[in-house]
């Protein structure tokens, strides 16, 4: 069934940001409101000049694009460029996918996880500058692939269910390599400080 996987993830995220954050977090209610928003609109869409576009992929890339017009005019140009690389990489593994699918060893959502998911850790090391470029490069290829599909007469919907799956698993794949990240972070720390101590003992 399209969309169980982004359906089961954002009911727990919600109960983690409502729940189990610390109501001091300035981004817990901001959060909340987001996730729960997002699963109230994900399956209704508008068309526009014969494209099918959900709600959810505006959401998506009003706040990739509110968030990137903050920053520095480098880094908004360089959030452009990495935005462009995860948006040709979508597209070029759709594009095999359609006219070479018996390359893909297991299920497409994860194999295009994977893919997405590194390029986003190899281009930003801030773990919320990842999610960022995911949104607005997933969508910018959504955008693409449905205009390529539409020229071959194929109806491709923008952010339909399927998509909020993938984005779905990309953020639980970010949000454990985050927890490595730190985990790693800590190990690190905890060796240095008792290397440090045994330097003192000799």
Same mark, same amino acid.
């Given at each position: &069934?399209?969309? @169980?996987? =982004?359906?089961?993830? !954002?009911?727990?995220?919600?109960?983690?940001?409502? #729940?189990?954050?610390?109501?001091?977090?300035?981004?817990?209610?901001? @959060?909340? /409101?987001?996730?729960?928003?997002?699963?109230?609109?994900?399956?209704?869409? #508008?068309?526009?000049?014969?494209?099918?576009?959900? =709600?959810?992929? +505006? $959401?998506?890339?009003? /706040?990739?694009?509110?968030? /990137?017009?903050?920053?520095?005019?480098?880094?908004?140009?360089?959030?452009?460029?990495?935005?462009?690389?995860?948006?040709?990489?979508?597209?070029? =593994?759709? $594009?095999?996918?359609?006219?070479?699918?018996?390359?893909?060893?297991?299920?497409?959502?994860? &194999?295009? !996880?994977?893919?997405?998911?590194?390029?986003?850790? #190899?281009?930003?090391?801030?773990?919320?500058?990842?999610?960022?470029?995911?949104?607005?490069?997933?969508?910018?290829?959504? &955008?693409?692939?449905?205009?390529? &599909?539409?020229?071959?007469?194929?109806?491709?919907?923008?952010?339909?269910?399927? #998509? /909020?799956?993938?984005?779905?698993?990309?953020?639980?794949? +970010?949000?454990?390599?985050?927890?490595?990240? @730190?985990?790693?972070?800590?190990?690190?720390?905890?060796?240095?400080?008792?290397?440090?101590?045994?330097?003192?003992?000799?």
């Amino acid at each position: &069934m399209d969309g @169980q996987i =982004f359906y089961w993830f !954002s009911w727990i995220y919600w109960t983690i940001t409502t #729940f189990f954050v610390s109501r001091k977090c300035p981004l817990r209610l901001k @959060q909340s /409101i987001i996730i729960l928003l997002a699963i109230i609109i994900s399956p209704y869409y #508008f068309s526009v000049y014969e494209y099918d576009v959900y =709600f959810i992929s +505006l $959401l998506l890339i009003v /706040i990739a694009y509110t968030y /990137i017009a903050k920053l520095k005019q480098l880094s908004i140009i360089y959030f452009i460029i990495s935005s462009l690389i995860i948006a040709i990489a979508y597209v070029s =593994f759709n $594009l095999f996918e359609l006219y070479a699918p018996i390359w893909l060893i297991f299920k497409r959502e994860w &194999m295009l !996880s994977f893919i997405i998911t590194f390029l986003a850790v #190899f281009l930003h090391k801030k773990n919320m500058n990842r999610f960022i470029v995911v949104f607005s490069g997933t969508i910018q290829g959504e &955008m693409l692939y449905s205009i390529v &599909m539409k020229r071959l007469s194929i109806s491709y919907p923008i952010g339909s269910l399927i #998509f /909020i799956d993938l984005i779905a698993v990309i953020i639980t794949l +970010l949000f454990a390599w985050y927890a490595i990240e @730190q985990a790693a972070a800590s190990l690190s720390q905890y060796f240095t400080s008792l290397e440090k101590e045994k330097q003192k003992l000799l």
